[in-house]
């Protein structure tokens, strides 16, 4: 597509339920990044893809949180057991050449966990 | 590890004043720098780049340049609109957790009235 598409663009969800976050990058960009930002804070890293393999799952906060990649395309952000502190703008960004050269992001999904 | 850090916020400025945003980092090697802009629900934009040392980033009125000397990439527009009202953050590409990713500084809210 023409960017990267994020949905959906607001998700509210009792405290306790699993959310699926999905993120669509631009056609052709192997490298995609899901970022964290809770409110008045900067970005955080959760996870890097290089086509479908995640190489670096280092900012996932926890166990509750894991990520997939199919087709070196969709990329979906699972976050199970939500809880309130899970709250916040999780934004997606893909590359294609690599970080050096910079992302372009989505819109984001706004997370509240009530 | 590699960071960045940037000057709190919020700025508060008249419409047609000058503006700098400050922007020092740590990175080992030789990073590419970024400012990105966020505006009001709205995902992050590239606003400008510099890939090595000495090199100017330039677009819409905004300027930076990269200093390697002082670690410096701060932000500078000469007469600043309302529509310039934005969240604006720092970035370099850097090596965290042995792989490369952007790493952003907290970010800087900026609001211009007229």
């Known amino acids: 597509g023409a960017g990267v598409s994020q949905s959906p663009s607001n998700k509210v969800t009792e405290k306790g339920k699993d959310v699926e976050l999905r993120c669509d990058p631009i056609?052709?960009?192997?490298?995609l990044y899901w970022y964290r930002q809770s409110l008045g804070q900067g970005l955080e890293f959760l996870i890097y893809?290089?086509?479908?393999?995640?190489?670096?799952k280092s900012g996932l906060p926890s166990d509750r949180f894991s990520a997939e990649r199919t087709g070196g395309s969709v990329s979906t952000l699972t976050i199970q057991r939500t809880q309130q502190e899970d709250s916040a703008v999780y934004l997606c960004?893909?590359?294609?050449?690599?970080?050096?050269?910079?992302?372009?992001f989505g819109s984001g999904t706004r997370l509240t966990v009530v | 590890g590699d960071s960045v850090t940037q000057m709190e916020g919020p700025v508060t400025l008249s419409e047609e004043a000058f503006l700098t945003i400050n922007c020092t980092y740590t990175?080992?090697?030789?990073?590419?720098l970024f400012w990105y802009v966020q505006y009001p629900g709205e995902g992050l934009q590239l606003l400008l780049k510099?890939?090595?040392?000495?090199d100017k980033g330039s677009n819409k009125g905004f300027e930076a340049t990269y200093r390697k000397e002082t670690t410096s990439f701060h932000l500078e527009k000469g007469s600043v609109q309302v529509s310039d009202s934005a969240v604006y953050f720092c970035?370099?590409?850097?090596?965290?957790?042995?792989?490369?990713?952007?790493?952003f500084g907290a970010g800087t809210r900026l609001a211009v009235h007229p």
């Open positions: 990175a080992t090697g030789y990073p590419s």
């Open positions: 510099a890939t090595k040392a000495d």
């Open positions: 893809f290089q086509g479908n393999s995640a190489p670096d």
């Open positions: 970035a370099l590409s850097g090596t965290s957790g042995g792989y490369n990713k952007l790493i």
């Open positions: 056609s052709g960009h192997t490298a």
């Open positions: 960004a893909s590359s294609l050449q690599g970080a050096s050269f910079g992302y372009t």
